[in-house]
Structure formats: C-alpha cells, structure tokens
C-alpha cells in the first residue's frame, strides 16, 4: 500500500547547488527529501555527509541520460508514494570554456543532457504529479543572454506563445544539426552551446505551464530559474554564491505555498519574476 506521505525528488543532488537544496528541503519540507546521483556510491557518500547534520534524506540512484533509471524511479514513487509532489530538475551539465571539445559535441551532448534529458524526466514523472505539485527546472540567466544573441527569427520562434513541445523541440534539433554542420550562426543561433541548452529548458517550462494549466489536477505550478553565479565544480568554483546561497531561489520556488499564482510559468532569479529575453 502506497504511504500518501509528501516526497520531493531532487536531481543531479550528490554536490553541489543540488546538495543545498536537499539540505534546505530536509529542514523545512514536511515530507520525504530524495538526493538523487547517477553514481550510488557518491550518493550515498552525500547522504551520509548529511546525516552528520542531523538530517535524513533519502537515496535513489539516478541517470537522467538512461530511460529505464528514469522508468524505475517512477516505478518506485508510484509504489511507495502513489504520487510526487515536488520535483526539482537540477541535474545538467557544462563544458568549460577551455574544453577543447569541438562546439558540434557540445551542441549535441549540451542540448542532450540539459534539454531532452530533462524532458524525458519530466514526461515520465509528470502523471505522477499530485495536486499543488511544484516542479522547479534549473535554467540559467545564460540562457537569458543566449536568446538575445539570436537572430530575430529565431527569436521570435522560440518566443511564440503558441509553441507547442515537438516545435520546441524541432528547434533545438535544428540547432544541433547546425552545430555539427558549422553554421549554427549563419542559421540564427547563438555561439554557446551550454546557453543554448538552457534557452530549451526555459522555454520548455513556459509551455509546461500552459499544458499543466488545461489539466484537471489543481494547483500544479512549474517554473524555471536561475540559481546565479555559484561556487561550484560547474563554474570551477569561481562563483559568487555559496551553493546555500545559489539554491535559495530553487527552495523558495519548491515551497511555494498551496493557490499560488505567482510566480507560475515564469523565469525566477534572485526569487524576482525575470522579463525573460
């Protein structure tokens, strides 16, 4: 039998801003915390570090690059749970500006990772949302500078109220294709490929928002965010931010109280409403 218990489920949750956010939520989230890695040991290792706080999340192994990881989390929610109630999508990645990778893999592997990746998750675990669900997906305000580095057009295509999920994602198919052929620019797209990957996952959730709004469940609320300049291994610790200070936006939107109104289908930073592009 299903426990109707609250759970939150946080990806990419082993270091770093994901870490910050399972501790905030183990301390003020009344309900099961899950830390999320693609590697059991260094998940455990981080649950660990954890329970030294006299705090205790929970451990699920998670790849968000491997369907049938993603199938068997559902799988286990469902059973356990009979639902989800918070899912923070975290989990990504970025190649560092001396990475001698050529920009066609970093187009692919950015946009696969942080863009399909990140959607496959979201349409596997979405049914399981319960009502006054809150799903946070982890954007960047790179993606803010990236679409202002498009060209018109493309501006105007990623920006269509009316942009359905497989247009989205004809989008950054084509941006991808044009990455490997060398013409991304010519094509109306941006010189970043981690920037670019970020544009797909907020503009993913402002059309989440509009199809989660016609469903019959109430009160799900979905939004993306940028955490800012963090200390992480992501940013080789030159951030600004501490992880607790970059995952206080991430929190505050996963909390967001029962009816809430705004901020929904927005781009948050710094827990401010973005004019996003």
């Known amino acids: 039998m299903a426990s109707s218990r609250k759970v939150a489920v946080v990806t990419g949750s082993n270091k770093g801003i994901g870490f910050a956010v399972v501790r905030a939520l183990c301390k003020s989230y009344e309900g099961d915390v899950f830390l999320t890695s693609r590697d059991e040991g260094r998940g455990q290792a981080a649950v660990a570090d954890l329970n030294k706080e006299g705090l205790q999340p929970k451990f699920h192994q998670l790849d968000i690059n491997d369907r049938s990881s993603v199938d068997q989390l559902k799988s286990f929610l469902q059973a356990t749970y009979g639902g989800l109630d918070v899912l923070v999508n975290n989990a990504g990645i970025a190649y560092k500006n001396a990475d001698p990778a050529p920009f066609a893999e970093q187009g692919e592997v950015s946009c696969k990772t942080n863009f399909w990746a990140t959607l496959d998750v979201c349409r596997v675990l979405f049914p399981l949302l319960r009502p006054h669900a809150r799903v946070v ?103 600004t931010k501490t992880i607790d200070e970059g995952a206080d936006t991430l929190v505050y939107l996963a909390l967001l109280p029962p009816n809430t109104t705004s901020p929904k289908g927005n781009f948050v930073s710094d827990r401010t409403i973005q004019n996003w592009g």
């Open 137 to 239: 997906n982890v954007s960047s305000l790179v993606s803010q500078f990236a679409i202002t580095k498009c060209s018109p057009a493309v501006q105007g295509r990623f920006k269509d109220p009316s942009l359905t999920m497989d247009g989205l994602e004809k989008i950054m198919q084509e941006f991808v294709d044009a990455a490997k052929a060398g013409n991304h620019q010519d094509q109306g797209f941006p010189n970043t490929a981690y920037g670019t990957s970020k544009i797909g996952v907020t503009v993913m959730s402002f059309i989440q928002d509009r199809e989660i709004r016609k469903d019959l469940r109430e009160d799900i609320v979905i939004n993306a965010c940028c955490p800012g300049y963090v200390a992480t291994d992501m940013s080789s610790h030159k951030g």
